[in-house]
């Protein structure tokens, strides 16, 4: 286990360990770390060398170089420049990756397996890009239409790269292809079938990514350490998501499962895990949102998640309100299936010269008349009728001086013109003193006081729409 955790966050570290064991070199020559191929011819498989500007040579020890390995020249920190030469007939996944300050890459044009164009390098057919240099100068960039493979690691640390547009002739994106970039969004065409392992892992800036519901398959730390993300809605045919996928993304509070999801790795959503120990430390207020029985409900209720169901009807408790003038009305909605909650409500009114309503689907009764009140939540939509009728103008009240003995208790009354819409719940009473007199709400139009203790007390009762009379209490 310890091994795969070992793998699997590697990716995160470093691009550069994605193939997870390098092969020994059997000699050096000239800052080259080479194999000897079985033709004869030599691989490439490290550069240790110093230079800015470099012309890699046709020949390594009297041997042809035909071939560049995975990574090589990963240690080149401060190369600038770099030409392939014409006896090159391999290269490996992210050959440059790992060059911090590599702008542009040539091909030697004699060469009949590979090409560059504005410093990027292709292969002949243009139909592989195999590597963009990562200081290339420019936020954006546009892979040309003829490629159909990105190539593993082949835009790593290119931390200029704000966004790429990648067209539907794109069927793989390798390993690590966009791992450490500078990338903030991006959208992914239908014509792509798998995220691979670590594609974007370690992009800081990366807020938004685009997935359509073609992809099937999300793979190791994918998406893990994109500090930035904030959510992610997964493909809707989406099957596996493999381990530490989305692992390290901090921002990322919650995430809705598919039904179709049928595997879900080790952890793929709601943990931090440390690059050096490779400790897991759950998050505890990440929360899940999924059908039930499913698999995403499992994993949630094995890592001890919250699970919220995903809301599939929606309708407010009550149907209809009539409420007066300047009156409020705080909202609320039941969800189906019971347990279920909404990520997203939105709220209108029909009519915002009668009533209008806030975020929080409060409603505020502005004129007399009608309104209807609409709920959008996610993608179903409930309605509430309210009817605004006349508010009271003033509020008057039985008694306005009362004298009572301790213990003693008065029912008072209060009126308001005819016509006038008030309600129980649009009525509130209170004392300036409950220590001497204190009062209590009997029915909408009549209220107990009970003297307390010897003293005096402003007894006040204030409508829905700030309409005030006050009673004063003498306790003998």
Same mark, same amino acid.
């Given at each position: 286990?310890?091994?795969?955790?070992?793998?699997?966050?590697?990716?995160?570290?470093?691009?550069?360990?994605?193939?997870?064991?390098?092969?020994?070199?059997?000699?050096?020559?000239?800052?080259?770390?080479?194999?000897?191929?079985?033709?004869?011819?030599?691989?490439?498989?490290?550069?240790?060398?110093?230079?800015?500007?470099?012309?890699?040579?046709?020949?390594?020890?009297?041997?042809?170089?035909?071939?560049?390995?995975?990574?090589?020249?990963?240690?080149?920190?401060?190369?600038?420049?770099?030409?392939?030469?014409?006896?090159?007939?391999?290269?490996?996944?992210?050959?440059?990756?790992?060059?911090?300050?590599?702008?542009?890459?040539?091909?030697?044009?004699?060469?009949?397996?590979?090409?560059?164009?504005?410093?990027?390098?292709?292969?002949? *057919?243009?139909?592989?890009?195999?590597?963009?240099?990562?200081?290339?100068?420019?936020?954006?960039?546009?892979?040309?239409?003829?490629?159909?493979?990105?190539?593993?690691?082949?835009?790593?640390?290119?931390?200029?790269?704000?966004?790429?547009?990648?067209?539907?002739?794109?069927?793989?994106?390798?390993?690590? *292809?966009?791992?450490?970039?500078?990338?903030?969004?991006?959208?992914?065409?239908?014509?792509?079938?798998?995220?691979?392992?670590?594609?974007?892992?370690?992009?800081?800036?990366?807020?938004?990514?685009?997935?359509?519901?073609?992809?099937?398959?999300?793979?190791?730390?994918?998406?893990?350490?994109?500090?930035?993300?904030?959510?992610?809605?997964?493909?809707?045919?989406?099957?596996?998501?493999?381990?530490? *996928?989305? *692992?390290?993304?901090?921002?990322?509070?919650?995430?809705?499962?598919?039904?179709?999801?049928?595997?879900?790795?080790?952890?793929?959503?709601?943990?931090?895990?440390?690059?050096?120990?490779?400790?897991?430390?759950?998050?505890?207020?990440?929360?899940?949102?999924?059908?039930?029985?499913?698999?995403?409900?499992?994993?949630?209720?094995?890592?001890?998640?919250?699970?919220?169901?995903?809301?599939?009807?929606?309708?407010?408790?009550?149907?209809?309100?009539?409420?007066?003038?300047?009156?409020?009305?705080?909202?609320?909605?039941?969800?189906?299936?019971?347990?279920?909650?909404?990520?997203?409500?939105?709220?209108?009114?029909?009519?915002?010269?009668?009533?209008?309503?806030?975020?929080?689907?409060?409603?505020?009764?502005?004129?007399?008349?009608?309104?209807?009140?609409?709920?959008?939540?996610?993608?179903?939509?409930?309605?509430?009728?309210?009817?605004?009728?006349?508010?009271?103008?003033?509020?008057?009240?039985?008694?306005?001086?009362?004298?009572?003995?301790?213990?003693?208790?008065?029912?008072?009354?209060?009126?308001?013109?005819?016509?006038?819409?008030?309600?129980?719940?649009?009525?509130?009473?209170?004392?300036?003193?409950?220590?001497?007199?204190?009062?209590?709400?009997?029915?909408?139009?009549?209220?107990?006081?009970?003297?307390?203790?010897?003293?005096?007390?402003?007894?006040?009762?204030?409508?829905?729409?700030?309409?005030?009379?006050?009673?004063?209490?003498?306790?003998?």
């Amino acid at each position: 286990m310890k091994k795969v955790i070992s793998i699997a966050m590697a990716l995160v570290m470093m691009i550069s360990v994605i193939i997870a064991v390098p092969t020994a070199s059997a000699a050096t020559s000239n800052g080259y770390k080479y194999d000897v191929l079985s033709n004869g011819t030599v691989k490439i498989t490290e550069y240790t060398g110093t230079a800015t500007s470099l012309a890699i040579p046709e020949k390594i020890a009297g041997k042809t170089v035909s071939a560049i390995g995975d990574y090589a020249f990963k240690a080149a920190l401060v190369l600038k420049s770099v030409e392939i030469p014409a006896t090159v007939t391999s290269l490996g996944d992210g050959v440059f990756a790992g060059a911090p300050n590599l702008t542009e890459i040539k091909v030697a044009d004699a060469n009949k397996n590979f090409t560059a164009v504005n410093g990027v390098l292709f292969d002949k *057919a243009k139909a592989r890009l195999i590597q963009y240099p990562a200081a290339k100068s420019g936020s954006s960039y546009s892979i040309p239409t003829t490629v159909n493979h990105v190539g593993g690691a082949s835009f790593a640390y290119a931390t200029n790269l704000k966004s790429v547009s990648i067209p539907n002739t794109v069927t793989i994106i390798g390993r690590g *292809a966009f791992g450490f970039s500078g990338l903030t969004s991006v959208t992914i065409p239908s014509s792509v079938k798998e995220i691979k392992a670590a594609t974007f892992a370690g992009a800081n800036s990366l807020k938004k990514v685009t997935l359509p519901n073609s992809i099937v398959k999300i793979g190791d730390g994918a998406f893990a350490n994109c500090v930035s993300m904030t959510s992610c809605i997964l493909p809707s045919k989406l099957v596996v998501v493999e381990q530490y *996928a989305f *692992a390290n993304n901090n921002k990322m509070t919650r995430m809705t499962i598919p039904d179709t999801v049928k595997t879900i790795g080790d952890y793929a959503f709601g943990y931090k895990v440390s690059t050096l120990t490779y400790k897991a430390e759950k998050v505890k207020t990440f929360i899940l949102r999924g059908n039930p029985n499913t698999v995403a409900h499992k994993y949630a209720k094995t890592n001890g998640f919250t699970y919220q169901y995903i809301q599939k009807s929606v309708k407010f408790t009550a149907s209809s309100v009539t409420l007066g003038v300047k009156q409020t009305y705080q909202s609320s909605l039941k969800y189906s299936p019971n347990g279920a909650q909404s990520t997203k409500n939105t709220y209108t009114s029909s009519n915002t010269k009668i009533a209008t309503v806030n975020k929080n689907g409060v409603v505020k009764a502005l004129a007399v008349g009608s309104a209807t009140i609409t709920v959008k939540a996610n993608n179903v939509k409930a309605t509430l009728k309210v009817e605004v009728k006349k508010a009271p103008s003033k509020v008057t009240v039985s008694n306005k001086t009362l004298t009572l003995k301790k213990k003693q208790s008065k029912t008072v009354t209060i009126k308001f013109p005819s016509g006038s819409y008030v309600t129980k719940k649009g009525i509130s009473w209170s004392s300036s003193k409950p220590s001497v007199a204190k009062v209590a709400l009997k029915s909408r139009t009549k209220a107990t006081i009970t003297a307390v203790k010897k003293g005096t007390a402003k007894i006040t009762v204030k409508l829905y729409n700030n309409k005030k009379a006050t009673i004063k209490v003498t306790v003998k």
